[in-house]
């Protein structure tokens, strides 16, 4: 009998000696294991939504793609973690309720259709500055976009659900409460494959909306990302009847639709549509919403609409519109013509933004790379670099000593290296923290005795080999012989190395 033989019957043993009440796994299984934040945060990650509050522009809500949601109350100077005893993890939206800032709306689930997002469990609601959360339903949602309070009663909630991404069902659509979230109902979208992605009301009558339907479906090997259902609706009566927006707007099957009502003219609506196979066109109306004019062909880009398309009006440039992009495309005349914004010393690929009321030159942005915010209206930029919500998707570790170190590949922001553990009275610090590579990074991998040597990739199975004392970079992904077709890797292709031989490497695609 061999000594795996061996192990496998004493452990048997052991299983029949401890109680079965003993086996349960609960969090007493891990109490002796306390968690502590290492970072980093000189990367920073994703962010979906942003709130500023009305009252006080200093204190800041912000929703994380992959890291709950944080608060400040000192404009980014330290920061706060308020959602991490809840069950979600990945927000898409958040609101504060004007009528009063102590109540804080959150929707779980990313609100992109990407293929790297997370789901959610429905809505919440705090009463008490974000101190405590309760579950308000919706838990079938799994991607909210956005929600909105009625400006004059807080108990009428509008929440605007885009519905699962990878199957059909679930709750999807824009839902409606007036009984502050205990019910909920859907007044718009269906219980198969039409969702919603934005909702915008007239300031000057809580009972006109227009609301932004999306049908969509992603699976595996590709993703459907329009159809029938997708489309501008108008309600005059808080959303309880609907009317389908169609003088301008193009018959065929549109996509993912972002709108902003101008806060100088109601009567203006914009619309960010996305129309076949990733084309696009920015639309305007005059109306309120019963004829529309084509302005441009301006649609968001990168790896497609379905990854952005927020479109935000200024309060305080009229006709200045900003489309959420890869690189942020801004407008001056309404949408007539766009140019690209500055992102020197900036992370592109931005979600959210929002604006002060009391500073007309004051911006924040939310991109796959934390926060920025600017004082000159975009000419320059400030990284706020003490979030630490980066988004790993998978971890290594080397057996260096006296410290192991840890290494990972990151959604957006490359492939990073970093202390277990350190000397110093500070404990880790970002400097302490290093990129490997760039581009998405996924798994990375460690030569066993040899820490110096580590393995990293981009999407799509880039493979590297890496000198961590020189840095040196050696591209070695599996090319095809002549004639042979070439590999399919996925975004994220797994990497071993051999733990009895290191110089032997398996990577799947």
């Known amino acids: 009998m061999n000594s795996i033989s061996k192990l496998l019957i004493a452990f048997?043993?052991?299983?029949?000696?401890?109680?079965?009440q003993a086996q349960k796994i609960s969090s007493k299984t891990f109490s002796g294991l306390p968690l502590r934040n290492i970072g980093p945060a000189?990367?920073?990650?994703?962010?979906?939504?942003?709130?500023?509050?009305?009252?006080?522009?200093?204190?800041?809500?912000?929703?994380?793609?992959?890291?709950?949601?944080?608060?400040?109350?000192?404009?980014?100077?330290?920061?706060?973690?308020?959602?991490?005893?809840?069950k979600s993890y990945s927000i898409g939206a958040i609101t504060i309720d004007s009528n009063n800032p102590h109540t804080i709306w959150v929707g779980t689930g990313e609100n992109v259709g990407g293929r790297h997002v997370a789901f959610g469990d429905g809505i919440y609601v705090s009463?008490?500055?974000?101190?405590?959360?309760?579950?308000?339903?919706?838990?079938?949602?799994?991607?909210?976009?956005?929600?909105?309070?009625?400006?004059?009663?807080?108990?009428?909630?509008?929440?605007?659900?885009q519905g699962p991404l990878?199957?059909?069902?679930?709750?999807?659509?824009?839902?409606?409460?007036?009984?502050?979230?205990?019910?909920?109902?859907?007044?718009?979208?269906?219980?198969?494959?039409?969702?919603?992605?934005?909702?915008?009301?007239?300031?000057?009558?809580?009972?006109?909306?227009y609301a932004a339907t999306w049908q969509r479906q992603r699976i595996v090997a590709g993703y459907l990302g329009g159809g029938p259902g997708s489309g501008i609706h108008k309600s005059t009566d808080g959303?309880?009847?609907?009317?389908?927006?169609?003088?301008?707007?193009?018959?065929?099957?549109?996509?993912?639709?972002?709108?902003?009502?101008?806060?100088?003219?109601?009567?203006?609506?914009?619309?960010?549509?996305?129309?076949?196979?990733r084309k696009g066109g920015l639309f305007m109306s005059t109306n309120r919403g019963e004829s529309w004019k084509k302005q441009s062909n301006a649609v968001s880009g990168g790896t497609g609409p379905h990854y952005y398309q927020e479109l935000y009006a200024s309060p305080h440039h009229e006709g200045k519109l900003f489309l959420m992009n890869n690189y942020v495309q801004v407008s001056d005349d309404h949408g007539k013509t766009f140019y690209t914004m500055n992102e020197r010393n900036k992370h592109v690929d931005s979600h959210a933004m929002a604006f002060k009321a009391s500073d007309p030159n004051y911006v924040l942005f939310g991109t796959d790379g934390g926060l920025y915010e600017s004082f000159?209206?975009?000419?320059?930029?400030?990284?706020?670099?003490?979030?630490?919500?980066?988004?790993?998707?998978?971890?290594?570790?080397d057996d260096s000593k006296p410290f192991?170190?840890?290494?990972?590949?990151?959604?957006?922001?490359?492939?990073?290296?970093g202390p277990s553990q350190t000397i110093y009275s500070d404990g880790?610090?970002?400097?302490?923290?290093?990129?490997?590579?760039?581009?998405?990074?996924?798994?990375?991998?460690?030569?066993?005795?040899n820490p110096n040597i580590t393995y990293g990739e981009f999407q799509q199975g880039a493979l590297w080999r890496i000198d961590q004392t020189t840095k040196e970079t050696v591209f070695i992904q599996p090319q095809a012989l002549e004639g042979d077709p070439f590999e399919r890797f996925n975004w994220d292709a797994p990497i071993l190395v051999s733990p009895h031989n290191p110089k032997r490497l398996y990577f799947a695609s």
């Open 239 to 277: 959303g309880e009847t609907w009317t389908k927006l169609k003088k301008g707007i193009p018959g065929s099957n549109l996509g993912k639709i972002g709108l902003a009502i101008s806060p100088f003219n109601p009567d203006v609506i914009y619309a960010a549509i996305e129309l076949d196979r």
């Open 428 to 449: 880790i610090t970002n400097g302490d923290w290093w990129k490997t590579l760039g581009a998405d990074g996924h798994q990375s991998a460690i030569e066993p005795g």
């Open 127 to 161: 009463h008490d500055d974000g101190a405590s959360w309760k579950n308000m339903g919706l838990k079938n949602s799994e991607h909210l976009s956005k929600i909105v309070v009625h400006p004059e009663d807080s108990n009428i909630i509008w929440a605007v659900s």
């Open 42 to 86: 000189f990367t920073s990650g994703r962010i979906a939504d942003i709130a500023i509050h009305p009252k006080n522009e200093n204190v800041w809500y912000v929703a994380v793609g992959s890291g709950g949601v944080w608060k400040t109350t000192n404009s980014g100077t330290t920061w706060k973690p308020i959602f991490d005893q809840q």
């Open 166 to 209: 990878w199957t059909s069902g679930g709750e999807r659509g824009v839902y409606k409460s007036i009984d502050g979230g205990k019910t909920w109902k859907r007044i718009l979208g269906d219980n198969k494959w039409v969702g919603a992605t934005d909702l915008v009301m007239d300031p000057r009558n809580a009972d006109v909306l």
């Open 12 to 20: 048997g043993l052991m299983l029949l000696i401890i109680p079965l």
């Open 404 to 417: 192991y170190k840890i290494y990972g590949g990151t959604q957006d922001n490359g492939s990073h290296g």
């Open 376 to 397: 000159d209206l975009t000419k320059s930029w400030k990284f706020i670099r003490n979030l630490p919500i980066t988004q790993y998707f998978k971890l290594a570790v």
